[in-house]
């Protein structure tokens, strides 16, 4: 099966920039999620195989159930080490910009990343870039950023030599990213590349229960109580959405990871299109978090981009509001009803 994605040029540029290189970060957005972290670490431990020493630098925090990826102690957290991720920035010669679109999505390490003198490559499966790169190798109908890292790494005829420390996080990339394949997965060639990966003796029931059966007590309290309390379903609209505040949050011990796959539950409805999420931000005052998801065509992207100052993919996407709860409430209702058309298709 053929799965190359780039050029000629394009792998005998990306050859050549790597080869040269002395000094490599590999970098992700904000709130690092599975696919981020998983093609973060499987690609640099690809470059570890072609010699090299790169380091992870990640904006943030990203979730507990991904700690058991292997090398996530190598992982350089901008938030917590700012001088020293600035002086990185500073020295090195290639920065490979992974599951991002924009600089916008780093946040409070865009400045670093904008001013870097190194090269920057992109490595994306988002719609529109417009990082400013050497090279972008940007593929938005891909399920994630893991598969395309997986086949970069195929293409340069690099998987030969690597093993479960480069198929792990990609495995867990690619199921995180596509809610354990069950969307944005049906291309063949997904199951070939996961065939690939478990020929290097990866637990891929393991890397499930470590990802989705990894949760507090609190969570799953958490999760009750939501789907109980808080869910409002507009059945005319075949849509749902949830509101979680900083208060909430506190009161079942809220950790990084615990809204993760919320989102998702109630899909669960028959007949149900749209799900959204409302989450208040625990640090910073009005301003409120907002995931989307979808089935079939409706394009979560676009209610993002014109009502929640975000984007992402057709079925999945987020964004934020800068209000209160109240406020984020009524834009939620009023972007509902301004897809009412497309949403009344059963």
Not at 338 to 346: D, H, Q, R, T
């Amino acid at each position: 099966m053929d799965i190359n994605i780039m050029t000629e040029d394009q792998v005998a540029q990306l050859s050549h920039l790597i080869s040269h290189a002395e000094t490599i970060l590999v970098t992700c957005h904000k709130s690092p999620d599975g696919d981020a972290i998983g093609s973060c670490l499987g690609w640099a431990e690809y470059l570890r195989s072609q010699g090299k020493e790169p380091v992870v630098v990640v904006p943030d925090q990203y979730p507990d159930f991904l700690q058991w990826m292997p090398n996530t102690e190598k992982i350089v957290r901008y938030d917590k080490h700012r001088e020293k991720c600035d002086m990185l920035f500073k020295i090195a010669d290639l920065v490979f910009c992974l599951d991002y679109n924009t600089p916008s999505r780093v946040e409070d390490m865009q400045q670093a990343l904008i001013s870097t003198p190194a090269k920057r490559i992109l490595i994306d499966h988002h719609p529109n870039p417009d990082v400013e790169t050497i090279l972008t190798i940007s593929h938005p109908e891909a399920s994630s950023t893991c598969e395309l890292i997986f086949r970069i790494v195929w293409q340069l005829d690099g998987f030969k030599d690597l093993g479960k420390q480069f198929a792990a996080p990609i495995y867990c990339g690619m199921m995180t990213d596509t809610g354990g394949f069950t969307f944005n997965s049906t291309a063949p060639e997904i199951f070939f590349i996961i065939s690939e990966l478990l020929t290097k003796r990866i637990d891929k029931d393991r890397i499930y229960r470590n990802v989705y059966h990894n949760y507090s007590e609190d969570r799953i309290r958490l999760m009750g109580y939501v789907m109980y309390e808080k869910l409002t379903y507009l059945s005319e609209y075949h849509a749902a959405f949830y509101t979680l505040t900083k208060e909430e949050q506190q009161h079942f011990h809220f950790i990084k990871g615990d809204a993760e796959g919320l989102v998702n539950i109630p899909q669960q409805i028959k007949g149900l299109i749209l799900s959204i999420s409302l989450r208040e931000d625990t640090d910073k005052r009005d301003l409120v978090w907002v995931s989307l998801r979808s089935v079939d065509d409706f394009p979560c992207n676009k209610m993002a981009e014109e009502f929640f100052n975000g984007g992402g993919h057709l079925n999945a996407a987020g964004g934020r509001i800068y209000g209160n709860m109240d406020e984020a409430v009524e834009t939620v209702r009023k972007a509902i009803r301004a897809y009412a058309g497309l949403l009344k298709k059963s």
